[in-house]
């Protein structure tokens, strides 16, 4: 449904930096570097964008797919070890649905961001 977005971030360089580490376990890079910003996603094309601007974007929630809960759990610690702030362990949210499982974050300029994994475990 969403082709791409757009995060506007304080920092440009220290946003793109959190963001190389947190989402390489997911599989995701950089597909494009701007003067104005670079543009992230898989091996197809960048669907998730940072540009630096004032004033940055208010805090957005924004869930990355992840193909194993392996990779939620690797996002995670990725995530915090970039400088991320913890704001919900790895682990199942079954109020959502029976095999929702999810880690979130909250990213240098503050938005909530989350890994999930919608597969049952294997």
Known sequence: MIDHLTLTVRDL???KAFYVKALAPLGYAVRM?????C???DERKPCFWLKQGDPPSRPTHIAFAARTRAAVDAFHAAALA???TDDGPPGLRPHYHEHYYGAFVKDPDGHPIEAVCHAPPR
């Open 13 to 15: 360089a220290r946003s």
């Open 39 to 41: 543009g992230m996603g």
């Open 82 to 84: 970039a400088g991320a």
């Open 33 to 37: 570097d701007l003067a104005w910003g």
